[in-house]
């Protein structure tokens, strides 16, 4: 079974500064998807980014890049130069389709 | 706007009484799910749909059925609520490329007094 582990249910970081926010997971599949996803207080669920278990490059998108350490299992988030909007619900995900399973989320707290 | 409509945005049900909740999407996704979010507890699955026609159970079926006779809808339903069914649900789509990640709809909060 898959299993996910946002171990900071909150966080604060100080606007502009770099964030970190961890994800550990344990899956027994070889081949598997890592997804970030930000849930502002609004409520609605957006898709940030995404890294493939066999990617060499970890990925990045604008602001966002993701650390992946595959003999860890870890895929944190890193968002760097952070904004008053960047406050937020972040959930790891991981998996394909059906299979994809989510944290509990980390809330971020920007501070100005 | 291209994307994923949910109908309703809020309900408030009577234990025993039933209700569908709708989900829309217009970009031509196969795969489409319904999920339910519990404080603490992340977001987990409840029925998927890998196409027109079918459906399947997901970790928290239970209580819950669906239909997707149309490409594009995806229904969930709950013939008897239940307290334990006051959640946020949400319903995603996305198409058969790996890498891609789900488009959310906004979320139905449902309470069941």
């Known amino acids: 079974a898959q299993k996910i582990t946002q171990t900071q249910p909150g966080m604060f970081v100080q606007e502009k500064e770099a964030v970190t926010l961890d994800c550990t997971y344990d899956t027994s599949d070889p081949s598997y998807g890592l997804f970030w996803y930000k849930q502002p207080s609004s409520g609605e669920m957006i898709f940030l980014i995404y890294?493939?278990?066999?990617?060499?490059q970890n990925a990045t998108e604008g602001r966002y890049s993701l650390n992946f350490q595959k003999a860890r299992k870890s895929a944190n988030l890193v968002i760097s130069a952070s904004q008053l909007g960047d406050s937020a619900m972040y959930f790891c995900a991981v998996g394909r389709g059906f299979k994809t399973i989510f944290g509990a989320g980390t809330r971020l707290f920007v501070k100005a | 706007n291209a994307g994923v409509t949910q109908t309703p945005k809020f309900r408030v049900l009577k234990t025993g009484q039933s209700m569908t909740l709708l989900c829309a999407q217009d970009m031509n996704h196969e795969y489409m799910y319904w999920y339910r979010q519990d404080p603490g507890m992340g977001l987990r699955l409840i029925h998927y749909s890998v196409g027109e026609g079918t459906t399947a159970k997901g970790e928290v079926p239970d209580g819950y059925n669906v239909s997707r006779l149309k490409k594009q809808n995806f229904l969930l339903g709950l013939e008897s609520a239940a307290p334990s069914q006051t959640s946020v649900y949400f319903c995603?789509?996305?198409?058969?490329?790996?890498?891609?990640?789900?488009?959310f709809g906004s979320g139905t909060r449902l309470t069941v007094v």
């Open positions: 890294q493939g278990s066999y990617d060499q």
């Open positions: 995603a789509s996305r198409d058969t490329h790996p890498t891609g990640g789900y488009t």
